[in-house]
């Protein structure tokens, strides 16, 4: 079965750190570009993070950049996402997203089950 | 970017058709035919309804359809059903590896 699965997620406190995990399965990760995308609570989804297949290229929304990190590890079929700075407007279901049809830019076939970021004191 | 501009929300009787807009700019929407559509059920994960504009994924009901004109894109439900009650969000390219999204529209079958 093709599938993306987060974990890591938890409660931080401002300013804290959290990293991030999606494992892929079912299908060559390694050819796939992923992206990360938030939802807060009651709010809509937001674009957090890009990364292409062999990791050399990423781009991030401007609400993260210089504070979040993404990478892969193609032999783990894994992609993460590491938050510095954690701020309370941060709280959030996070989501990766496989970008799976070929040619269409910006299009996530498959997704995630989300794990939960909660930034509180 | 800013978020796209989605109505919060729309309804229709089943059997009904309803159509949802999302207007950006020539930045994204209208810059690309690269929108997509996802539809989003109470605490579950996005669905593909629509990619390119106007193609269906594989199992999508040729009832959901898409269009475009100029910085505006349009979701279309035919024949509404009460199971296609949920949220709906699109999503465009908009250049450099980035993406924006809609703001989400609350569909109720009455």
């Known amino acids: 079965e093709v599938q993306l699965v987060e974990s890591g997620g938890g409660l931080v406190q401002p300013g804290g750190s959290l990293r991030l995990s999606c494992a892929a399965s079912?299908?060559?990760?390694?050819?796939?570009?992923i992206y990360w995308v938030r939802q807060a609570p009651g709010k809509g989804l937001e674009w957090v993070s890009y990364?292409?297949?062999?990791?050399?290229?990423?781009s991030y929304a401007d609400s993260v950049k210089g504070r979040f990190t993404i990478s892969r590890d193609n032999a783990k079929n894994s992609v993460y996402l590491l938050m510095n700075s954690l701020r309370a407007e941060d709280t959030a279901v996070y989501y990766c997203?496989?970008?799976?049809?070929?040619?269409?830019?910006?299009?996530?076939?498959?997704w995630g089950q989300g794990t939960m970021v909660t930034v509180s004191s | 970017h800013s978020a796209l501009t989605q109505p919060r929300s729309v309804s229709g009787s089943p059997t009904q058709s309803v159509t949802i807009s999302c207007t950006g700019t020539?930045?994204?929407?209208?810059?690309?035919?690269?929108v997509s559509w996802y539809q989003q059920h109470p605490g579950k994960a996005p669905i593909l309804i629509i990619y390119?504009?106007?193609k269906r994924p594989s199992g999508v009901p040729d009832r959901f359809s898409g269009s475009k004109s100029g910085n505006t894109a349009s979701l279309t439900i035919s024949g509404l059903q009460a199971v296609d009650e949920a949220d709906y969000y699109c999503?465009?390219?908009?250049?450099?590896?980035?993406?924006?999204f809609g703001g989400g529209t609350r569909l109720t079958v009455l």
């Open positions: 997203a496989r970008e799976g049809i070929v040619g269409a830019l910006g299009c996530f076939d498959i």
């Open positions: 079912g299908f060559t990760f390694s050819s796939y570009e």
């Open positions: 990364i292409s297949s062999n990791g050399n290229t990423r």
């Open positions: 020539s930045s994204d929407v209208g810059g690309y035919n690269y």
């Open positions: 390119d504009v106007n």
């Open positions: 999503c465009s390219y908009a250049g450099s590896y980035t993406v924006v």
